[in-house]
């Protein structure tokens, strides 16, 4: 594994000794039942848990005068049902306890890690819950760096001491990709506008593995791109907010055996466009741009991983809708650049049309590739978070992809991972839903009330993304076919307030990089 350019503000050491001098605070994650297995402490938490009973769930300073960090930070995970809980509860537990050690004044602290029978990454996800604790968005490290955490440096003792070294790299490079996520996702519309997202995206990959280019020349994305300049139309006159394409590929050294296409959604922000958003909810929708910042994640992990076998290509769809005189409107009819026509019914549907242009020209590319899979990752819709609930992203396959099981693996291994998916289905009621209505028209792109009151709200912008792209002439019975799938994050990407979470890119690294996927 490679460690250059990693994101990480705070130096994680393999330590092998738990009375290391170095360290002022011992963190244990754990679940009641494995309180017998923290030989060197078992005593001390049995005592302090017969006390006080709430110990069991809830985090705990105790004195511990016999070591040279004098205190121990127990974070417990609660008593674990082994039918319903799942790893999260280590990444959780891991996020709460180094913020409570930070809060009683430790700057080195030394974490204690476990593993769990029932969960096989649980000691890598609970370092990866530590390090997300540790996180600082990106603006208040710019802006007011005295509101960072005091800690300084993080040492990891694993029960398994072998296994220690590699749990460290790989929990510093997966967290490295998940922060670039929440840098881009979480700061506000004016530091992370298009062009500042190009900026930083520039500056990540500069002298690395990872090519990139950049589309942004009016013309061009008028003749090439007329969906997303569509959107665009409105911020183009305004410098700070012109729209972006860029475009980031990983060729690996060896033989090519998978070839990834990622299509993010980064709407910077959402102002609902003509259709403007109305009663308090156009707050937040600075986090619109989440798809592209999670698709930025995956390459920072690709960049470090280096896989051998993996062909990545990544399109970042940047764009703010404004309002404005020179919005697009409902009505227009648009010519896609896959040829279709498609019929704008509401402009605050405008994540599917910045990403569809790019979807088609992913589609032409994967023609030719080598067993492509074409994705598209956006916060699309609120009737995903009103399906699945906070924390949760969606997949949903095309046939293709459906045939080989992809929404089956994908979600065993976002759930080992703490980034977990729910699967739905793309119906024929879904295609007809979004197929035109006037006459000449080809495709409708939505019907001009929010997903939350449309039924199958978060099916039928992937079945728009088919239609429009051109994918539909490559279902299973093609000559062709191509594996497509559709990743809603709107529950699981961190809403504002809330800090960005950088799903899914844990689970694409865990499906992608860390094992192989049909």
Do not use: W
């Amino acid at each position: 594994m490679n460690s250059e350019n990693r994101t990480l503000d705070v130096e994680v050491v393999p330590v092998n000794n738990l009375n290391d001098t170095n360290y002022d605070g011992i963190l244990i994650i754990a679940s009641p039942d494995q309180i017998k297995d923290v030989e060197e402490f078992s005593g001390v938490l049995s005592n302090a848990i017969s006390l006080d009973r709430g110990l069991e769930n809830e985090v705990a300073v105790i004195p511990i005068p016999n070591y040279n960090a004098k205190r121990l930070i127990y974070s417990p995970t609660g008593t674990i049902d082994e039918d319903y809980d799942d790893v999260r509860c280590f990444r959780n537990a891991g996020t709460c306890g180094i913020r409570r050690a930070y809060k009683a004044g430790v700057k080195k602290p030394l974490v204690y890690v476990l593993g769990h029978p029932k969960f096989k990454n649980a000691a890598l996800v609970t370092l990866l819950g530590v390090l997300e604790g540790l996180y600082v968005p990106i603006q208040v490290r710019e802006l007011h760096p005295k509101k960072i955490h005091s800690v300084e440096s993080l040492g990891v003792y694993a029960q398994r001491p072998n296994d220690t070294e590699y749990l460290v790299n790989l929990a510093t490079i997966l967290e490295s990709g998940r922060r670039v996520a929440c840098d881009i996702g979480d700061a506000d519309p004016e530091r992370m506008s298009p062009p500042k997202v190009e900026e930083y995206v520039t500056n990540l990959f500069s002298d690395s593995s990872i090519s990139l280019s950049v589309v942004k020349d009016i013309k061009q994305l008028t003749e090439e791109y007329p969906l997303f300049e569509a959107v665009n139309r409105a911020a183009s006159g305004i410098e700070r907010h012109q729209g972006r394409i860029l475009y980031l590929e990983y060729v690996p050294k060896g033989t090519v055996t998978t070839t990834l296409f990622l299509v993010g959604k980064g709407v910077t922000y959402d102002t609902g466009g003509a259709d403007i958003k109305a009663g308090g909810v156009m707050a937040g929708m600075s986090r619109d741009k989440c798809g592209a910042a999670a698709v930025a994640g995956f390459f920072q992990v690709v960049n470090l991983l280096k896989p051998s076998n993996v062909r990545v290509v990544g399109g970042l769809s940047l764009v703010r809708n404004s309002v404005g005189s020179n919005s697009y409107v409902a009505d227009e009819l648009i010519k896609a650049r896959s040829g279709a026509l498609v019929r704008v019914g509401n402009t605050d549907a405008e994540g599917r049309m910045v990403m569809t242009d790019v979807l088609c020209k992913f589609k032409e590319m994967a023609q030719s590739a080598v067993n492509p899979h074409l994705y598209t990752i956006a916060t699309l819709t609120g009737h995903a978070c009103l399906t699945v609930g906070d924390g949760y992203s969606i997949v949903i396959d095309n046939g293709p992809a459906r045939k080989v099981g992809h929404a089956q693996i994908l979600q065993q291994n976002s759930e080992e991972i703490s980034d977990p998916f729910e699967i739905s289905t793309l119906r024929k009621e879904d295609l007809n839903f979004h197929k035109g209505k006037c006459l000449g028209d080809d495709v409708l792109q939505c019907n001009n009330q929010p997903s939350s009151r449309t039924a199958r709200g978060h099916q039928g912008p992937s079945a728009f993304m088919v239609l429009a792209s051109g994918l539909d002439k490559h279902g299973s019975s093609s000559s062709i076919p191509l594996k497509y799938s559709h990743l809603d994050i709107a529950a699981s990407a961190g809403d504002f307030p809330n800090p960005a979470t950088g799903a899914p890119v844990l689970a694409l690294a865990n499906t992608y990089l860390l094992k192989s996927i049909v």
